[in-house]
């Protein structure tokens, strides 16, 4: 298919600066139009990225007013039809609320399907592997969102998306991500994702109990793979209708393994030895949220607010479940890196960024 | 029989008692009055006029009586308290300790004047500190070892905590008593029998009040790992266990170290936890009651488990 024309929002993220960069290395001559809230600070961001390029152009709109806040110019820009939309921004945030999710996450996709009607574009969402919620067992690409209740709003709002999408009568491809915990498939780490911080947390001795058990799998994927993934799935018309896992799947990790990985990496740093940190111990959920609840409740102030942020992630490794990847690996014709492939590299950066006082200035 | 027993314990708590609303109400909590109740607290005891050592006295002088040991018997008496002049004086020791530290006052000896005061005469003494509320765990343990290896046939080991007199009384939600224990150890006579105890040390935490999150987070492993261990040397199963005496903190951290130790049988001697609240003898204040009571009976399996800032963890393993 001919890709010369592409619209993305959430561009100014870390997977959407990879895909931005990505897409421009493999479309070279096709137009590329970003949805950002200030056009201005843009081209800041832009030149930051290392992509001064005059084919990527921003646009502004903002998926938390009603049309997107489209000015006339805008929506003149937005008219005719994209190779594909790709809409990546979203409310990430683990501690949000509902309302403040379901604003961005829902009402801001509809906002933007609706915005992006007149040309009738396919349209990619990009949504988490982890609308599969609280369910366990083997989650097939195909299974619609949990009704098994979720661990945190995000969750929740993203499989709501994910049926405005289903539902809008547009074409259509979603592409379901695992919790991202690195930068690159070397374990590169710049910005700090909600499982990056759980690990500081542990190296730092403040997470005793996890809940789960010693088997229980941990799907995680670096950005650039997903970024890849998104390149190579968006545009083909046999991927319509499709919903992907871009998932470790058979890569992914046990708790054990992480764990175990962790401690290798770390024990290296005769410091952190010194502390005797006792790895935690793996128990069931009620266990942990005994835990929890007495953390919250005796913790000072930055514990305290450590561990709610922790709460919308770890129940996850107490309700197990197994991406299944088929479809994404065949359409694809690649796979994940296998978590084990770059942890020790993630664990030596949480190693580094916990002994410069970033887990002081993190609380 | 060749083991080492528990052969007596006998405390003292000072006269005055207060209700955690009267102490929030003095501004010697940390936390809402009703909180501290859900964490199982309801009053303390605060040394206003007695001194530590007059409390060290009266329970180590209960616990010979009640004994019947023969003070001739005593080769090794262990001190762990309150220390130099602060040992003799009621109300603030803070103020005394400053001034004792600089004057002779620092070489008066609450420890040997035990020895004096009961009649100890063939007791050599030693003092035991650092170990927070593990320092009648470490007496104990001490004393175990000398009884075996020296031949020692009892030994007295003697606990005074108190706290200066308006000191905030809450550390973690836990509420904090001044007390006094004696407890006796020596050759088995077929009761209290200890089978086991172990002791861990984790020096990264010696600055407890700047580091009171990650011990927080050190404490429920580290608790789940001294127990395991003392459960092997012991040769009892988790499940064996018929009671755990507790050191009185918050009722709820109780729960989970009992659900990480899977002791699923045992059950948590906790009558004490909102009369008395936290002493650094509590285990062995709770163990007395117990027994006399008759809650844990003879030939029942029963851990004792602490905690003690510095940081040490310890658990002792007894057949009653």
Known sequence: ?363 | MTGISILGVSYAFPSTSRGVEELALDGRLRSEPERLKQAGFNRIHIAEQESPYELGLASAQAVLDESGVDPDDIGLVLYSGAAGETAFHPGNVTNIERSALRTADRNRFPATRLQFDLGLENASVIGVDQLGGTNLFGAIRVARSLCLTEGISHALCVSTDFMPTDSVRETIFTCTSDAACSVIVGQDRGRNRIVASRHVTKGFFWEADRLRDEILGAYFPNAQLIIGKTLDDAGWSADDVDWVIPHNVNLRSWELVLKLAGMRNARLWSRNVPRDGHTLADNFINLRDALESGSVRGGERVLLFGYGYGAHWTAIAMEA
């Open chain 1, 1 to 363: 298919m001919m890709v010369d024309r592409i619209l993305i929002t959430g561009a100014t993220g870390l997977l959407g600066g990879l895909l931005l960069r990505s897409l421009s290395v493999k479309y070279p001559e096709a137009d590329i139009l970003v949805m950002v809230r200030e056009p201005k600070r843009w081209i800041e961001y832009l030149s930051g990225f290392g992509l001064m390029d005059r084919r990527v152009a921003p646009v502004a709109g903002d998926l938390l007013v009603p049309g997107v806040g489209l000015t006339p110019e805008a929506r003149a820009a937005l008219g005719g039809r994209f190779s594909s939309i790709i809409h990546l921004a979203a409310d990430t945030c683990l501690t949000s609320d509902l309302e403040q999710a379901r604003a961005v996450n829902v009402e801001g996709t509809r906002q933007l399907l609706e915005a992006t009607e007149v040309g009738g574009s396919p349209f990619c969402l990009v949504s988490t592997a982890l609308v599969a919620g609280l369910r366990t067992g083997r989650i097939m690409e195909s299974d619609l969102p949990s009704r098994a209740g979720w661990a945190n709003a995000h969750e929740q709002s993203k499989a709501e998306a994910e049926e405005v999408v289903r539902s809008s009568g547009r074409d259509f491809t979603i592409m379901r991500s695992s919790p991202i915990v690195c930068d690159t498939s070397a374990g590169r780490v710049t910005r700090y994702s909600p499982l990056f911080q759980l690990l500081r947390f542990i190296h730092a001795g403040f997470t005793p109990v996890l809940p789960g058990r010693a088997d229980s799998p941990v799907d995680v994927v670096p950005a650039d793979f997903v970024a890849d993934a998104i390149r190579d799935l968006a545009f083909r018309r046999e991927t319509r209708g499709a919903t992907f896992h871009l998932c470790a799947g058979e890569g992914a990790a046990t708790l054990e393994n992480i764990i175990e990985w962790s401690w290798e990496v770390w024990s290296e740093d005769p410091l952190w030895r010194r502390r005797s940190i006792t790895s935690p111990v793996l128990t069931d959920f009620y266990t942990y949220q005994l835990f929890e609840t007495a953390a919250l409740e005796t913790g000072d102030a930055p514990l305290v607010r450590l561990f709610s942020q922790m709460g919308g992630l770890v129940p996850h490794f107490a309700h197990a479940k197994h991406f299944d990847t088929s479809g994404a690996d065949a359409a694809l014709g690649y796979r994940a890196p296998s978590v084990s492939s770059y942890w020790r590299a993630i664990a030596a950066e949480v190693n580094r960024s916990v002994g410069t006082g970033a887990l002081e200035s993190a609380a």
